[in-house]
C-alpha cells in the first residue's frame, strides 16, 4: 500500500471525548504498494507542542458558534440537490458490525458504487458524473470480501479499514501494527488508527494526515462543538506548516440535514479547498438512503419521478405536509398515492415503496 | 442579485459548491398592508387614526425600492389626541392589581406568539436586517420582555412598594432602532402601571403592528399608541401637559439637543444614546471565538452600530489574519434571505458609512472590505479599518455599521485607559482566558454592560443602559421597573420653563461683596476657607462674602469661591476617586460611622448655629440627630450592593454590579442647611462617589463647621466643599466636563440651566425644579431614590463552561 501513514498513533487535537485517526493512503490510489509503514515521526518543525500548550478554547463561545452555524447557513432547491449529491462523495460508507459477512459486504460494495438510482440521478443531469462514495470502511477481516466486491463491480473505490485493536485501541504495540499490516496486505488502501488516548491524556501528542471525530462508538460522537475545534487546529496547523490534514466526522450522522450542516461547517470554518474527498470524508453507514430519499424529495425531482417516497423520520407523506402550500396540480400522484398510504398504514415507507412497484 | 442571474443548474452546484438563495416569503406581511389599503396612519386608543390633510411618506423595500405603503406623518394635534388617550388610559390602567397587568402583557405575549411570522417579516422587509436575526433573535426577545414583565407587574405590590407609576410616558425612537428596542421600553413602562405614546420615525410599520395586537386584546385600548412622523415632533411629544417622562433611543447628537429643548419643561428625560460597542482581545483569548465575537456584534445584524475592537500588540497579526479570513466568508444580501449574515439597513446607513470610511481611509487608515455582498447601495460590504492615527477625527468618532476600528495595545492597563478615554459607554466585552485578568478589565470598564468572553447576549432579566454619552437610561430587570417609578406622594411633574433664563449669562458674573455694614458685638471669627484636597484654602478670588443670621445680624464670612477653585475641587475629587472606590464597602461605613460620632460631638455648636438662623431649639436638636442617623443608615447600606442574576439560557452568573458614578456634584438646598448636606453626602459617599459640594447659600456654617471634622477623619479630596454664589459656581459645575455626574437643590431657573448645561458631556443630573423638599422625611431624605440615584449599574456577564 502506499501507506503514506506517517506515524501510527497520530494527532488528536482540541477535542476531548473523539479519538480515532484516519490515515488516507494515496488519495487517489493507483495500485497496492505495501510499502514501509510504520512509526515515521514527522519532521521536528512541522509539529511544534508548543502551540499546543498556548491554544486557547472557550467552551460557551465554541458552544454558541455551533448553534449560531446550523441556523445560518441553508440551501434549498437546486443547491440542496447538489449539495447532497456532494455529500455522497464524501461518505466513508461503513458497516462496522459483528455480524458482518460477505454477503453484506457485497451489498454495501454495490451501494458504493451506485449510491443513488440512476433515474434520480438522469433528472439532475448527473448520471454521466460516476457518482461513488469517498471509500468503504470495514472491519480487516472483511477487507478481502470488500477488496473482491469492488474489483467484481469493477470500479477503484478505495477500501479503508479500522485497525488497531478499533474502537479502543488498549492492545499491544505489536499486534496493532501487525493488524495494519495484515490489513494492507489484503488491499486495504486507507486505515483508520485508534490512538493510543493515554498518551494524549498525558500530553504526548502525535501527528497525523487526517483527524477524526471518534470511532462512532463512544456515546457522544460526532459533535459540532468538537468540530470546530479540530476544525480550527487543522486551519492553525496549515497556517503554519503548510501542510493540509483531512478531517472525518464519524459516528451519528443519520439524516441528510445532518450532513448538508457538516458540508457547511467545513466550508465555513476552512473553505471550500477542504471540500474535497481528499481532505473531508464522513463517516456513516445509513446516512447515504436518507440522502437519496431526500434527493428524491427534492421538488426538481418530483414532477419527472413517477415513484412515491416517503419521508420516513415523520411517517408522513412529504406532500401532506407540502400540499398546505403548494397546489394539488404540482402533485401529479398525491391523490392517488394519500389513498393508497390511508389504505396501507401498517406499512413502513420501504414497504410502500416496495408494494407500489409491484403494483 | 441572486435572483436576476441566471440560476446555475444543479450539475455546476455540484462543482462550485456554492451557496444558494434561500428566500423567505412576505406574502403575510404584504397581506396585513393590504388589510390597511396600504395606507398607514397611526394607531391611538385602540384604532387606527388616519386624519385627512397630513403630508405622508412613502414606505420603501430599501433594496429593491419598491413602494410598499404610505405612511401618514403625525402634526402636533395627532400627538395632542395621542397623549390623552394615554392619559384616559392610564386612570384605568394604575389602578388595576398588579396581576391583572401580568395578565394583559401575558395575553400580549400570546399574540405575538400567533403573528410571530408577520412580524418578523415585516421587519425584515422593511428594515433590510436579516430575517434570521430578528426571527430567532428579537421576536423571541420580545415575548420574554413581556413575560419577564408580567412577572415583575406580578408582584409589584410587593416588591415595588412605596413607588407609584409616573403616569404617560413619552417614547421617541430614532431610525437606526428597531421595534426590539421599543418593546425594551414599553414593557417595564406598562408592567408599572404607565401608559405609553411611541413617536416612530414615518415609515416604520412594526411599531404599528404591535400597538395594533396591542389593541385588539380590547380591554385597555389606549395603554400603548403609536404615531409616526419626523423628529421634529420629539419636542412637541415631551413638552404635553401630562407627559411624565421622555425616553428618547437616538444618536447622541440628537440626544443632546433634545436635552437642550427639554430644559425645563417638567418632564423627566432618559436617554439612551448611540449605538457603538467595544472589543477588548487580549493575547489570553480564544482568538477565533474573540473572532466571532467581532462578527456578532458588527456584522451579523445584531447591533445597529460599528465596533471598536482593541487587540493586543502581541496577538495582532495572528487576529488580522483570522478576522480577515471571516469577513471573506460572510454573506451579505437581501434581509428577506434565510441565509445571508447582512442584510441591508437603507440609504441613510450607507452613505454614513461611506463618509466614514473615505475619512478614515483620508487621514492615513488601511481599510480592508471582504465578503460576498451585492456591490450596489444600499448594501455595504463588512469593513475593517486598522492603522488609523491617534489623533485623527475618525478615531474619536462614533464607529457606524458595519465598521470595524482596529487599534493595538500593549498591556491591560493601558487598554483600560483607552477604553475608559472614549466618550461613549454602553457595552464591551473582553476576551481573555485568564479569570484575574477578565474580571480586573470588566469590573475596569466604565460601560454599562460587560460580557466576558460573548458579545452582545441579551436577556430581559438583566439590566440594559450606560454611561458617559450613551446616556443614563435602563431598560430590563429592576433597573428597567425604576425607569418609569417615582416614590409615592411626588407631585406629578409640570413645567417650570423660564423664558426669560438667558443660557449665556446665568450665574456668569459674580456680585462683588461689599463690607456689610458695621461689625457689632464680638468680632467674628476669621472666614472659613474653602475644603479642597482635604485642607481648607482660601479662595482664588481672595474675597470672602458675609453671612447673616435669622435677625440680619453678620454671623460670619465665608470664602468667595470661583471657577478656579471649582476646577481645583473637581480635580482633587478626581485624585481621590481610585483609593474610595477601592475600599470595601464595610471600610467606607466606618468612616462613615466615624463621621457620625464626631458630628454628635458637635451637637451644641451646631444646634446653637442652626438657632441663630431661626431653627427652633427642638427643630435643630431633632436635625442634628437625624443627620447622625442618616450618616449611620448609609454607612450601613454601603454593605448591601448588587447581586447576582441566574439568567434562562445561560450557563453562569450575570452580576448586576452598583458602581460610583465617579466625581459627583451636589448643589444643597437652602431648607435643612445641615440634614440636607449630611444626607446627599452620606449616600454618594457611601456609594463611593467623590463629591463637590456647595453648602445651603444662606446658611452654610454649619456644613463648613463638620467639614473640620471632614478634613481630619477622611483621605483628602474626598469631600471638596465650596462656598460662594450658587448661581455662579452651579454654572461652573454643570458646564465641567469632568464632573460626571450632578445634583441640584435650588431654585427653578437653577434646575432648568442645570438641565440645559449636562448636555455638553451628558452627565446625569437629578434637579429639585425650585420644590423644597422635606428631608426630614424617610422618604426623601433617606429614601430609595436617593440610593438609586447615586450609583450606575453595571451587568457583567460571566458565561462559564469547559
Not at chain 2, 450665574?507 to 456689610?516: E, I, K
Not at chain 2, 441640584?744 to 434646575?751: N, P
Request: aromatic share 6%.
Amino acid at each position: 500500500m502506499s501507506a503514506r501513514n506517517r506515524g501510527t498513533e497520530l494527532d488528536q487535537v482540541g477535542g476531548a471525548t473523539e479519538e480515532g485517526v484516519d490515515l488516507p493512503s494515496s488519495l487517489h490510489p493507483t495500485g497496492m504498494h505495501t510499502s514501509g509503514f510504520g512509526c515515521f515521526p514527522m519532521e521536528p518543525e512541522a509539529l511544534n507542542l508548543s502551540w499546543i500548550s498556548k491554544m486557547q478554547v472557550n467552551q460557551p463561545a465554541v458552544l454558541r458558534r455551533a448553534q449560531q452555524i446550523q441556523a445560518r447557513r441553508t440551501v434549498k432547491k437546486e443547491w440542496q440537490a447538489a449539495w447532497l449529491l456532494k455529500a455522497v462523495t464524501f461518505i466513508d460508507l461503513t458497516t462496522l458490525s459483528g455480524d458482518d459477512t460477505s454477503s453484506n459486504i457485497q451489498r454495501l460494495c454495490y451501494k458504493a458504487k451506485y449510491p443513488i438510482r440512476e433515474d434520480l440521478l438522469k433528472t439532475l443531469n448527473m448520471h454521466d458524473k460516476g457518482l461513488t462514495t469517498a471509500a468503504v470502511c470495514v472491519y480487516p477481516a472483511r477487507v478481502c470480501d470488500a477488496v473482491r466486491a469492488l474489483k467484481a463491480a469493477g470500479c477503484t473505490i478505495p477500501v479503508a479499514s479500522v485497525a488497531t485493536g478499533f474502537p479502543a485501541g488498549q492492545t499491544h504495540l505489536k499486534t496493532r501494527l501487525e493488524e495494519i499490516r495484515l490489513a494492507v496486505e489484503d488491499g486495504a488502501t486507507e486505515i483508520d488508527v485508534v490512538i493510543n488516548r493515554t498518551l494524549v491524556l498525558t500530553g504526548q501528542w502525535e501527528g497525523s494526515d487526517f483527524i477524526k471525530t471518534s470511532t462512532g462508538k463512544e456515546t457522544v460522537n460526532a459533535t459540532f462543538p468538537v468540530a470546530i475545534v479540530m476544525l480550527r487546529a487543522i486551519r492553525d496547523f496549515f497556517w503554519k506548516t503548510g501542510n493540509k490534514v483531512g478531517f472525518k466526522p464519524a459516528g451519528g450522522i443519520r439524516s441528510a440535514k445532518d450532513s448538508l450542516a457538516w458540508l457547511s461547517l467545513v466550508k465555513e470554518e476552512l473553505g471550500d479547498e477542504w471540500l474535497t474527498p481528499d481532505l473531508f470524508r464522513i463517516g456513516a453507514s445509513t446516512l447515504l438512503s436518507d440522502i437519496e430519499r431526500q434527493v428524491c424529495n427534492n421538488p426538481l425531482s418530483w414532477d419527472k419521478l413517477t415513484s412515491v417516497f416517503l419521508r420516513k423520520k415523520r411517517k408522513i407523506p412529504y406532500w401532506a405536509m407540502r400540499t398546505r402550500e403548494k397546489t394539488s396540480s404540482d402533485l401529479p400522484h398525491c391523490t392517488q398515492t394519500s389513498a393508497f398510504i390511508q389504505a396501507n398504514p401498517h406499512l413502513k415507507w420501504a414497504d410502500w415503496t416496495r408494494e407500489r412497484e409491484c403494483a | 442579485m441572486a435572483a436576476t442571474r441566471t440560476k446555475p443548474s444543479a450539475r455546476e452546484i455540484f462543482t462550485t459548491l456554492e451557496y444558494g438563495p434561500v428566500p423567505e416569503s412576505h406574502a403575510c406581511a404584504l397581506a396585513w398592508l393590504d388589510t390597511q389599503d396600504r395606507h398607514l396612519g397611526h394607531y391611538v386608543n385602540g384604532k387606527w387614526l388616519k386624519p385627512e390633510h397630513r403630508n405622508s411618506v412613502p414606505c420603501q423595500d430599501p433594496i429593491t425600492g419598491e413602494r410598499l405603503a404610505i405612511c401618514l406623518q403625525a402634526q402636533a394635534e395627532d400627538v395632542v389626541a395621542a397623549v390623552e388617550a394615554a392619559g384616559t388610559a392610564f386612570e384605568n390602567w394604575s389602578g388595576l392589581p398588579g396581576a391583572s397587568r401580568a395578565q394583559h402583557l401575558l395575553r400580549l405575549a400570546k399574540m405575538i406568539q400567533k403573528h410571530q411570522r408577520l412580524l418578523w417579516t415585516l421587519e425584515s422587509l422593511v428594515t433590510g436586517r436579516a430575517v434570521r436575526e430578528v426571527r430567532d433573535g428579537d421576536v423571541p426577545l420580545a415575548q420574554q420582555l413581556l413575560q419577564y414583565h408580567a412577572v415583575q407587574a406580578y408582584t409589584q405590590e410587593e416588591v415595588l412598594a412605596g413607588w407609584e407609576p409616573m403616569g404617560v410616558i413619552g417614547l421617541i425612537l430614532s431610525p437606526t432602532f428597531s421595534f426590539l428596542e421599543m418593546m425594551w421600553r414599553i414593557c417595564p413602562a406598562l408592567a408599572v402601571g404607565c401608559t405609553v405614546v411611541v413617536l416612530v420615525p414615518p415609515a416604520s410599520p412594526t411599531p404599528l403592528l404591535l400597538a395594533q395586537l396591542a389593541g385588539e386584546l380590547g380591554s385597555f385600548p389606549g395603554i400603548l399608541n403609536v404615531i409616526s412622523g419626523p423628529a421634529s415632533l420629539g419636542p412637541v411629544l415631551a413638552s404635553q401637559p401630562g407627559v411624565q417622562k421622555v425616553t428618547f433611543c437616538g444618536a447622541i447628537e440628537e440626544g443632546r439637543a433634545l436635552r437642550r429643548t427639554l430644559a425645563g419643561k417638567g418632564a423627566e428625560l432618559g436617554l439612551a444614546l448611540g449605538a457603538e460597542s467595544l472589543l477588548m482581545l487580549t493575547e489570553a483569548a480564544d482568538v477565533d471565538s474573540a473572532v466571532e465575537g467581532v462578527v456578532d456584534a458588527a456584522w451579523s445584524d445584531r447591533s445597529a452600530g460599528g465596533l471598536r475592537l482593541l487587540i493586543q500588540e502581541s496577538v495582532w497579526d495572528e487576529t488580522m489574519r483570522r478576522l480577515q479570513e471571516r469577513m471573506a466568508r460572510l454573506r451579505g444580501g437581501r434581509g428577506l434571505d434565510g441565509a445571508v449574515d447582512m442584510g441591508a439597513r437603507g440609504a441613510a446607513a450607507h452613505d454614513l458609512a461611506q463618509r466614514y470610511v473615505r475619512e478614515a481611509r483620508s487621514q492615513g487608515a488601511q481599510v480592508f472590505q471582504a465578503g460576498a455582498v451585492p456591490s450596489d447601495s444600499p448594501f455595504f460590504p463588512p469593513t475593517l479599518v486598522s492603522d488609523l492615527p491617534p489623533a485623527s477625527p475618525c478615531t474619536q468618532a462614533e464607529v457606524p455599521w458595519p465598521v470595524v476600528v482596529a487599534s493595538p495595545f500593549r498591556t491591560a492597563k493601558e487598554a483600560l485607559a483607552v477604553a475608559n478615554g472614549t466618550p461613549r459607554g454602553a457595552s464591551a466585552s473582553v476576551w481573555s482566558e485568564r479569570l484575574g485578568q477578565a474580571l480586573e478589565l470588566g469590573y475596569g470598564l466604565r460601560v454599562g454592560t460587560v460580557w466576558i468572553n460573548a458579545h452582545g447576549l441579551r436577556n430581559a432579566e438583566v439590566p440594559t443602559g450606560g454611561c458617559k454619552e450613551s446616556g443614563s437610561s435602563w431598560s430590563g430587570g429592576p433597573d428597567g421597573l425604576y425607569e418609569y417609578l417615582r416614590p409615592s406622594g411626588t407631585p406629578a411633574r409640570l413645567s417650570y420653563f423660564s423664558e426669560n433664563l438667558n443660557y449665556g449669562t446665568f450665574g456668569l458674573a459674580v456680585p462683588s461683596t461689599l463690607p456689610a455694614g458695621p461689625e457689632i458685638g464680638p468680632s467674628p471669627a476669621t472666614p472659613y476657607g474653602l475644603l479642597i484636597g482635604g485642607h481648607f484654602q482660601a479662595p482664588g478670588a481672595r474675597s470672602s462674602r458675609p453671612i447673616q443670621d435669622a435677625q440680619g445680624n453678620l454671623h460670619g464670612y465665608v470664602a468667595e469661591g470661583g471657577a478656579k477653585d471649582i476646577r481645583g475641587a473637581v480635580e482633587a475629587a478626581h485624585q481621590a476617586a481610585p483609593g474610595w472606590v477601592g475600599q470595601s464597602p464595610g471600610a467606607r461605613a466606618t468612616l462613615l460611622w466615624a463621621l457620625a460620632t464626631a458630628l454628635e460631638r458637635r451637637e451644641a455648636a451646631l444646634t446653637s448655629r442652626l438657632e441663630r438662623h431661626g431653627t427652633e431649639l427642638k427643630d435643630a436638636k431633632v436635625e442634628v440627630e437625624l443627620s447622625a442617623r442618616q450618616l449611620r443608615a448609609w454607612g450601613a447600606r454601603a454593605q448591601a450592593q448588587g447581586h447576582v442574576l441566574q439568567v434562562a439560557g445561560l450557563k453562569g452568573p450575570v452580576l448586576r454590579l452598583r458602581e460610583p458614578l465617579g466625581v459627583l456634584a451636589i448643589v444643597c438646598p437652602d431648607e435643612w442647611p445641615l440634614l440636607a448636606f449630611v444626607s446627599l453626602l452620606a449616600a454618594a459617599l457611601a456609594h463611593g462617589n467623590t463629591v463637590v459640594l456647595v453648602p445651603s447659600g444662606a446658611c452654610p456654617i454649619p456644613a463648613l463647621e463638620l467639614c473640620q471634622d471632614m478634613a481630619a477623619l477622611l483621605p483628602a479630596g474626598l469631600v471638596n466643599v465650596v462656598t460662594g454664589d450658587r448661581d455662579h459656581l452651579t454654572r461652573c459645575l454643570a458646564l465641567h466636563q469632568d464632573v460626571q455626574a450632578l445634583w441640584y437643590f435650588g431654585s427653578a431657573q437653577g434646575s432648568q440651566f442645570v438641565e440645559w448645561a449636562s448636555a455638553g458631556n451628558l452627565k446625569p443630573v437629578w434637579v429639585n425644579r425650585g420644590c423644597p423638599w422635606a428631608w426630614d422625611q424617610e422618604a426623601k431624605g433617606a429614601g430609595r431614590e436617593l440610593g438609586l440615584r447615586a450609583a450606575r449599574t453595571k451587568a457583567l456577564w460571566l458565561p462559564m463552561g469547559d
